[in-house]
């Protein structure tokens, strides 16, 4: 049990379009997700936070316009990167949890390619 | 320009051999830690966990230490074997105040077993 996916695993888009990674939570509900990203040879940054049913909470220095997350259901949340530029490309990691403070259960990661 | 600091520290071992990662912890108010393994391209795989009030944790192949004083984390694997190879990230949580639900991961350790 526990497992989360996300969709799709690897992406590459032009600068300037916009791209949407999804994450499930397959066989639980998930009242909390997070979104992680994750630059080479450097560890997992939280970007922001997604309870089911409420605007995400992001952290400093990430851009809530930019990265726009939607939490609509206990088992999907989606995170688009708007008008995204060669420097938003990265790992993206979501994690679910039962509830904020269980335990995280981490996707495979979605690769962002932006040329 | 030259990257500036982003070197992952890296751990080589024979296959059979014990490896030790290592890891220092930033809040002394944390609680709670976990041991990451991932795989390239992969998200991160679950391994031990420990609680503040305990200073060691075994399972199986592995072994966790906390010494709470210098907030240092280590993580054992005996017999290490080529599946092994991998990054290894704590992380900890339980900072306290409204941000004791989230994961903060360590820069990572690379770990590369010779057969």
């Known amino acids: 049990g526990a497992v989360v996916s996300q969709h799709p695993s690897w992406v590459i888009c032009k600068s300037g379009t916009s791209v949407k990674i999804e994450c499930r939570s397959l066989d639980f509900q998930a009242t909390t997700m997070f979104w992680y990203r994750q630059f080479p040879k450097q560890s997992l940054m939280l970007m922001a936070t997604?309870?089911?049913?409420?605007?995400?909470?992001?952290e400093q220095g990430v851009e809530k316009d930019k990265f726009l997350i939607n939490h609509a259901s206990l088992t999907l949340s989606t995170l688009t990167v708007t008008s995204a530029h060669p420097e938003d490309s990265s790992f993206y990691i979501c994690s679910a949890s039962r509830t904020s403070h269980n335990e995280q259960f981490f996707g495979p990661g979605t690769r962002l390619t932006v040329l | 320009g030259e990257s500036v600091g982003l070197h992952l520290p890296t751990l080589s071992v024979q296959e059979g051999d014990n490896s030790i990662i290592n890891c220092a912890y930033s809040n002394s108010a944390s609680d709670y830690f976990i041991w990451y393994k991932q795989e390239s391209g992969k998200g991160p795989q679950f391994i031990i966990d420990i609680r503040s009030n305990m200073d060691k944790r075994q399972g199986q192949r592995v072994t966790v230490l906390l010494n709470k004083t210098v907030k240092h984390l280590s993580l054992q694997i005996a017999a290490t074997q080529p599946g092994d190879s991998a990054v290894y990230f704590c992380a900890e949580k339980g900072g306290g105040g409204g941000s004791n639900y989230k994961l903060t991961f360590g820069k990572g350790t690379l770990l590369t077993v010779n057969p």
């Open positions: 997604s309870n089911e049913g409420s605007k995400a909470t992001y």
